[in-house]
């Protein structure tokens, strides 16, 4: 079965460094999803995308933060300026359609800022 | 404002014995409802979904779901719980005008043998 896949598994960065995490998310799907998950707490919905732009944000989501689909197979999200509180498991996430069809998670990349 | 709430950190429960865990929703209009496991060290995997029809929808691994209007309430359940279904399980609540899943805070499900 296809898969969505998260590289790296494990990001150390100091703090005030770039970022950019890579998901390639699954070949026909076309919707796409970046969620995180500070560790012992609820996940949380970051952004959405849809044909080559952003379809929805959170308030997380702010000028730090960016997604680019630079050649139709990777999905990434960079962190301009990474803060301590960036700190986190990334999910990568994509889904067939906007219907409600499930989304397919990659296993995640864990940041630690320092 | 939108939320989802998983009232129980942690579950637990003898192998072969039938298991629930607890969603309650509060989200304007007719939302879709999901839930999703995460084993460790792993992605938030798919186990089924309510959108419309049949208040009881069946999904992965023997789970089931029954949504429930007027307690605004989708628990989960299993019949008979295999120490394999130990693992994190989150509720999620969509409305139907936007994209994104609000997620519970997750629930620790441990099967003891």
């Known amino acids: 079965e296809p898969e969505v896949t998260q590289t790296p598994s494990h990001q150390v960065t100091q703090m005030g460094q770039e970022v950019i995490l890579r998901c390639v998310p699954i070949?026909?799907?076309?919707?796409f999803y970046w969620y995180r998950q500070i560790l012992g707490q609820k996940v949380e919905f970051l952004v959405s995308f849809y044909n080559n732009e952003i379809s929805e944000k959170s308030e997380i989501f702010d000028d730090q933060f960016s997604v680019e689909r630079p050649d139709g197979s990777n999905f990434t999200l960079k962190i301009r300026s990474t803060k301590l509180e960036d700190s986190a498991m990334y999910f990568c996430?994509?889904?067939?359609?906007?219907?409600?069809?499930?989304?397919?998670f990659g296993n995640g990349t864990r940041l630690t800022v320092t | 404002a939108q939320s989802v709430a998983q009232p129980e950190d942690q579950v637990n429960v003898a192998e072969g014995n039938p298991l629930t865990v607890k969603c309650t929703y509060s989200v304007s209009g007719n939302p879709y409802l999901f839930w999703y496991v995460q084993y460790p060290n792993r992605g938030l995997q798919f186990l089924l979904k309510?959108?419309?029809?049949d208040n009881l929808v069946k999904g992965s691994y023997g789970f089931e779901a029954e949504f429930n209007k007027s307690q605004t309430s989708f628990h989960l359940k299993k019949p008979s719980a295999l120490v394999s279904d130990s693992a994190l399980y989150f509720c999620a609540v969509r409305a139907p005008e936007n994209y994104q899943l609000i997620w519970g805070a997750g629930t620790k499900l441990i099967i003891k043998p």
């Open positions: 996430a994509s889904q067939r359609g906007g219907d409600n069809s499930p989304l397919h």
């Open positions: 070949s026909n799907h076309l919707y």
């Open positions: 309510y959108i419309t029809g």
